[in-house]
């Protein structure tokens, strides 16, 4: 697609539900993020993607937190049993090169996620 | 220590005048450094990079990069209103190649 595309663009959820956020790069992008961002702070790392490998998943908070890459195109960042600590806006982003060694990160408009 | 730090402004300049943003940094090993700009509700957009130590200048922003100093630093001038946003600097460290973000400077240019 002519952007990174994500969806749901919002989600309201209850606490202790699983939610599924989904990410559609840039075609053709190599590396894939996904951070965290609360209002009023830059964006917090949670994992990247080379291709279908997931290169670094140190930002994930615990265990409720995992993301894929299947097919080292469209990535899923799934939390389980959801928080009310869980709401923020969640971005993706996508880079043309590997570890995103050139710095450009073309960023999606984000999935905001709220945890009643 | 946080591995980017900026100040959160908000940073009020006059139009017409500089504006000047800092960040330090904590990887000693980092090798490359951008700066990038946040439009209130929207995503954020990258508009400079910066590799080598000195000044790297692009229309009316420039980027200077002290590494021994772990310190980089965005100068805005002939600042505008539309230049009104959180600017994030943003640090690639070298161990595992993460982008890593400060938590960004708001910048309100008056008319």
């Known amino acids: 697609g002519a952007g990174v595309s994500q969806s749901p663009r919002y989600k309201v959820t209850k606490r202790g539900q699983d939610v599924a956020l989904r990410c559609d790069p840039i075609?053709?992008?190599?590396?894939l993020y996904w951070y965290r961002q609360a209002l009023g702070q830059g964006p917090e790392f949670l994992t990247y993607?080379?291709?279908?490998?997931?290169?670094?998943k140190s930002g994930l908070p615990n265990d409720r937190f995992s993301a894929e890459r299947p097919e080292g195109s469209i990535s899923t960042l799934t939390i389980q049993r959801t928080e009310q600590r869980d709401s923020a806006m969640y971005r993706c982003a996508s880079s043309s090169r590997p570890n995103a060694n050139t710095g450009e990160l073309f960023f999606g408009e984000g999935s905001r996620l709220t945890v009643l | 220590q946080k591995e980017v730090e900026q100040n959160s402004g908000p940073l009020s300049v006059p139009e017409g005048a500089i504006a000047s943003l800092n960040c330090t940094y904590s990887?000693?090993?980092?090798?490359?450094f951008f700066w990038y700009r946040q439009y209130s509700g929207k995503s954020p957009e990258l508009i400079m990079f910066?590799?080598?130590?000195g000044d790297k200048e692009d229309g009316r922003f420039t980027a200077q990069l002290n590494k021994a100093s772990q310190y980089v630093s965005l100068l805005i001038r002939d600042s505008q209103p539309s230049d009104s946003a959180t600017y994030l600097c943003?640090?690639?460290?070298?161990?595992?190649?993460?982008?890593?973000f400060g938590g960004g400077t708001r910048v309100l240019v008056k008319p």
């Open positions: 943003a640090v690639l460290q070298a161990a595992g190649n993460k982008l890593t």
């Open positions: 075609s053709g992008h190599v590396s």
């Open positions: 993607f080379n291709y279908e490998a997931q290169q670094d």
């Open positions: 910066i590799y080598s130590n």
């Open positions: 990887d000693r090993g980092s090798q490359s």
